[in-house]
């Protein structure tokens, strides 16, 4: 005999209530702890920033002992052309919720144009465009209504266009950025016929925007301190913030912490094996309901800066 609610059915609330009350799924944006270590995945005005080839990876557990919680991992690639007026990247995303049972993968190309500002600042100007790749596995849910035409089949893999824009401008030691990364609303779902309904639109009331801000200030001859603000932003729902506060220790400890409104507060380390290469870890801890169904989120980062063009990479760049 079936349960009549199951954790699995529970994280597909979830995540209904994250894309939209009226499908099965729709379009959300993935949440990272750390994502100022990759933080083209979110504003295409990113690529080329490093003014190197750079590489970064991370992979997301999230609300550990929750049984069918999102499992994301993200990379991402991108460096300079045409003596760093340009910048192009490529970026892939995979994330699996309920055991495997909604799948999607995502894929970017990104161009960005720069423009020197100054002797230390660029100003650039992206674009992003790929392709989402969804599939949902209801047939084999638990629910409460075994007739429930919903959830009696499956979608397959089903493949939506998407594209996004963004600025930014940096220096070595700050950083600021606005963006609107996924332009495209790209509803999936199972019709009261059985039948499989995609629906892609632009819709202006479904734009995530994100505004992004930090900078690197001296604390000491051994000390950095870099504060960072993320700001999101939809229509018709609160602004979620992310405040963070990390310090680097003598160019090769980096130690923060985070705080998310009214979710998470977040520990983070990393290790800065040398200028390129930084690994890096985050623990968030629940602040809302969920705290007492989960364990808190791991986040596992990797980033390596190559050199370009026979140059080696010599100081840290700390955006």
């Known amino acids: 005999m079936k349960k009549f609610i199951t954790k699995k059915l529970i994280i597909c609330s979830l995540v209904l209530l994250l894309g939209s009350t009226a499908k099965v799924l729709a379009q959300y944006d993935p949440m990272f702890t750390q994502y100022?270590?990759?933080?083209?995945?979110?504003?295409?005005?990113y690529a080329g920033s490093k003014e190197a080839l750079a590489i970064n990876a991370l992979h997301r557990q999230q609300w550990v002992g929750f049984e069918g919680r999102p499992v994301t991992t993200t990379l991402s690639m991108?460096?300079?052309?045409?003596?760093?007026?340009?910048?192009?990247g490529l970026s892939f995303l995979n994330e699996n919720i309920a055991s495997g049972k909604l799948k999607r993968n995502l894929a970017y190309i990104t161009y960005a144009y720069r423009i020197k500002t100054g002797e230390k600042g660029h100003l650039s100007f992206g674009l992003m465009g790929g392709a989402h790749i969804q599939s949902n596995n209801y047939a084999s849910l638990q629910t409460t209504d075994i007739n429930d035409v919903r959830f009696s089949a499956n979608t397959g893999n089903v493949m939506t266009p998407n594209f996004g824009a963004g600025i930014y401008y940096s220096t070595q030691k700050?950083?600021?950025?606005?963006?609107?990364?996924?332009?495209?609303?790209?509803?999936?779902?199972?019709?009261?016929?059985?039948?499989?309904k995609k629906n892609t639109s632009i819709d202006p009331s479904k734009f995530h925007y994100y505004f992004t801000i930090g900078r690197v200030f001296n604390a000491g001859d051994d000390v950095k301190l870099k504060p960072q603000?993320?700001?999101?932003?939809?229509k018709n729902a609160p602004v979620e913030m992310d405040l963070n506060l990390s310090a680097l220790l003598m160019e090769k400890i980096?130690?923060?912490?985070?705080y998310r409104t009214k979710a998470d507060l977040s520990f983070l380390a990393g290790i800065q094996v040398n200028p390129q290469f930084l690994v890096s870890y985050s623990y968030d801890y629940s602040l809302n309901d969920l705290s007492s169904y989960n364990s808190g989120s791991h986040e596992i980062g990797l980033g390596y800066v190559f050199g370009f063009k026979g140059k080696k990479v010599i100081s840290n760049r700390y955006f």
Do not use: C, Q
């Open 254 to 258: 980096w130690i923060g912490a985070s």
């Open 174 to 196: 700050f950083y600021a950025g606005l963006s609107l990364p996924r332009m495209v609303a790209d509803n999936l779902g199972i019709t009261s016929t059985g039948d499989v």
């Open 78 to 88: 991108h460096g300079p052309l045409a003596n760093n007026k340009m910048g192009i």
């Open 36 to 45: 100022m270590f990759n933080e083209m995945f979110i504003n295409p005005a």
């Open 229 to 234: 603000v993320m700001l999101k932003a939809v």
